[in-house]
């Protein structure tokens, strides 16, 4: 669509769903996106209609196995009815696949104009939001029938069936939890393989200290301790199945290390600090975590960077403008993970209020991007200083009860994703949360 003169301004979830009409074939995947063009509609309609054809669509039973379908559901503010062109569409209002990712493309409170089209197309008259209601809502999300995923590899993730367990596995000298334990690339690989025993679905490699004050290295010396090491657990049985995610801020790092395996970049800057990063993630089609910090890990505590007047508001509204930026590099909502940055240009008592206010960033979001309020969350406290300062525990490896507290406190508020350093623990904690929040969900 670029290459045609269409500038994707804004993109919704990707939903896989049962297929419609001809229901002898695989499940779909329905996603929308938002554009500006100055084709007209029925020039438009001939550009999509060769993408099909070039991505091999050339025809068959209506409604039947295709490799791609694109319609366009709106034209602006217009209504066009000819023999080969109708909008907006008009099945729109009887097909929940449409209407979900339809829904992504609003906010709360921004677009009006658009919203308020886009109400007076509908077919209730309380507008776009009564029509989806009155199909079932956000309700009909998860089920077997519709589900939110993110493609990774050669596979569709389920995020939201369960809560994801995230090991972390420091190459560095000095991180302030593990910091030289796992330098050899025989010593790296056992914990590893010691973290998917235990139940890890994702580890996260990290060979750049990204604590309090902590020098930064170069790409090439970042390269160096991560490759071999990446290397070896790729071809590791164990590994099968597993997400490998490398944590780096440096465009070049993640090149190289997703061309050796890795299926994710979990990035603490959310590209504040390698201009390229954006450009290469949207190159290289992989999931991104986008974290909030101020700063750099050298200046990211300096009081400056420690002034909000309301934190939770102001991290949504920081993380939503470096999230909004890499949508329009090109990196769609469907890959995109966000991290509050739990210890990262915070406070014990600010960490303590994010823990406690997941539901109140999302919703902050959500004012802007329904889409981008529902990507996954991550949430990284593990042995972190504020939960030794609360606990009276100076010593990192003393901070794991802690730790599994702080998970269960983040998982019922709505994380999805929990990084940490003791994988067993924090397991067990995660499938009791999951067990009741899906209790919740049966009573109702």
Same mark, same amino acid.
């Given at each position: ?9 804004? !993109? ?18 329905? *996603? +929308? ?6 084709? =007209?509609? !029925? ?24 490799? #791609? ?49 886009? !109400? ?10 009564? *029509? ?58 056992? &914990? ?7 139940? +890890? ?6 060979? &750049? ?31 099968? =199945? ?83 930026? +890499? ?27 994010? /823990? ?25 406290? *593990? ?26 406190? +983040? ?25 009741? /929040?899906?209790?919740?969900?049966? #009573?109702?």
């Amino acid at each position: 669509m670029k290459r045609c003169g269409i500038q994707i301004t804004r !993109h919704a979830c990707l939903y896989e769903t049962e297929p419609a009409y001809v229901t002898d074939q695989p499940r779909f995947l329905n *996603s +929308a996106v938002r554009g500006i063009t100055k084709l =007209g509609p !029925h020039e438009l309609l001939r550009v999509l209609k060769k993408i099909e054809a070039d991505m091999g669509r050339t025809g068959g039973i209506r409604y039947g196995p295709r490799p #791609i379908d694109l319609d366009i559901l709106f034209y602006g503010k217009f209504k066009i009815y000819s023999e080969i062109l109708t909008v907006p569409h008009e099945r729109i209002w009887e097909r929940p696949f449409v209407m979900a990712p339809l829904m992504d493309l609003l906010g709360t409170e921004i677009d009006n104009d658009t919203v308020a089209c886009w !109400h007076s197309f509908a077919k209730h008259s309380d507008g776009l939001f009564e *029509s989806w209601k009155n199909l079932g809502g956000e309700s009909l999300v998860g089920k077997d029938g519709m589900k939110r995923v993110l493609p990774v590899g050669n596979r569709l993730w389920d995020w939201s069936r369960r809560t994801s367990v995230m090991g972390i596995l420091n190459l560095t000298p000095d991180s302030f939890s593990d910091g030289g334990k796992y330098l050899s690339v025989e010593a790296a690989v056992s &914990q590893v393989r010691l973290m998917l025993s235990q139940g +890890a679905d994702i580890i996260d490699f990290g060979a &750049q200290s990204t604590r309090p004050m902590a020098p930064r290295i170069s790409p090439d010396e970042e390269l160096e301790r991560l490759i071999p090491v990446l290397e070896v657990v790729k071809q590791m049985p164990e590994a099968e =199945g597993k997400l490998l995610s490398v944590d780096t801020f440096y465009s070049k790092v993640a090149v190289e290390a997703v061309s050796k395996g890795a299926d994710l970049v979990n990035d603490v800057s959310g590209g504040q600090l390698d201009p390229s990063m954006h450009n290469i993630i949207a190159s290289l089609k992989v999931p991104y975590i986008i974290m909030h910090m101020r700063g750099d890990p050298s200046t990211m505590q300096n009081s400056e960077n420690l002034q909000y007047s309301d934190v939770c508001k102001e991290v949504a509204s920081e993380l939503y403008t470096r999230v909004r930026n +890499a949508e329009l590099t090109g990196i769609p909502a469907w890959r995109i993970i966000i991290d509050p940055g739990i210890g990262f240009s915070k406070t014990t008592e600010q960490n303590l209020d994010i /823990l406690m206010g997941l539901p109140i960033i999302q919703a902050e979001i959500a004012r802007r991007s329904f889409a981008l309020s529902r990507v996954p969350v991550l949430v990284g406290p *593990s042995r972190k200083r504020f939960l030794g300062q609360v606990c009276g525990h100076s010593a990192a490896a003393e901070r794991d009860p802690a730790t599994v507290a702080s998970v269960t406190s +983040a998982i019922l508020g709505g994380a999805n994703i929990v990084r940490v350093h003791n994988v067993k623990d924090n397991l067990d904690a995660a499938k009791l949360c999951d067990a009741m /929040l899906e209790r919740r969900r049966l #009573i109702g």
